[in-house]
């Protein structure tokens, strides 16, 4: 099956700092998402974002899918940004298979 | 706005015990998933479900049933609850049109002791 790997596992930042979270996927899909996962565990929609750029507030991603691989940007970073961010494929059919996942701590 | 429920956020079973959790999606999908979460697994496909009464098998789906009656409510049915059986169990949905973008519930914490 696909495989996908986030980079980095662990990011602490100061507020106010930027930083890129990196997703690589190691076959072609239909589907990538990008999630927050907050303190309450909810996953919080990102983006949906196959291919291309698209941009939220302070959030950006970029997908390259010719060479299997997503970014997503935070600028500006604030504490309520902490959490986990979620890099997630879609395999065939309807299925999504998930990164393990960026841990990220921003200090006030 | 899509609107993904789940009957309880935290719940708390004996080992034995029937245990039902009950997801409900707001938005007409066709498409309904159950994933558990457990630390260093990560997230992790139980079942799905791409039309009523019809569902599929995902990555890990011993131990549990599930039931699709209605087009809008997608159940997980653990029949005998074991303590490997404690998670965080999340449920989603999507749309076909809408490119399989899957919207997810607030998720259960499942405790069996």
């Not at chain 1, 998402?33 to 698209?54: A, C, E, M, R």
């Not at chain 2, 993904?4 to 079973?13: D, E, G, W």
Request: aromatic share 12%; net charge neutral; charged share 20%.
């Amino acid at each position: 099956g696909i495989q996908v790997e986030q980079s980095p596992p662990d990011l602490i930042l100061q507020e106010g700092a930027n930083s890129t979270l990196r997703c690589n996927f190691s076959d072609s899909v239909n589907n990538l998402q990008w999630f927050h996962q907050n303190p309450w565990g909810q996953l919080i929609n990102l983006f949906y974002i196959p291919s291309g750029t698209k941009q939220n507030g302070r959030l950006s991603a970029t997908t390259v899918a010719t060479e299997r691989y997503s970014l997503l940007y935070i600028s500006s970073s604030q504490t309520t940004d902490s959490g986990v961010y979620f890099c997630a494929v879609g395999e065939y059919g309807n299925k999504l298979v998930f990164g393990a996942g960026t841990i990220l701590r921003v200090k006030s | 706005d899509v609107k993904v429920t789940q009957s309880s956020r935290y719940l708390v079973k004996r080992t034995g015990e029937k245990v039902f959790l009950e997801c409900v999606q707001d938005m007409d999908h066709e498409n309904m998933f159950w994933y558990r979460q457990d630390p260093g697994l990560g997230l992790r496909l139980i079942y799905f479900s791409y039309d009523v009464k019809m569902k599929e098998k995902g990555d890990i789906p011993e131990g549990y049933s599930v039931s699709r009656e209605k087009k809008e409510r997608f159940s997980l049915i653990l029949e005998s609850a074991s303590t490997n059986q404690t998670s965080m169990y999340l449920c989603a949905s999507s749309h076909i049109a809408g490119g399989n973008e899957q919207y997810f519930g607030p998720g259960t914490r499942l405790t069996v002791t």
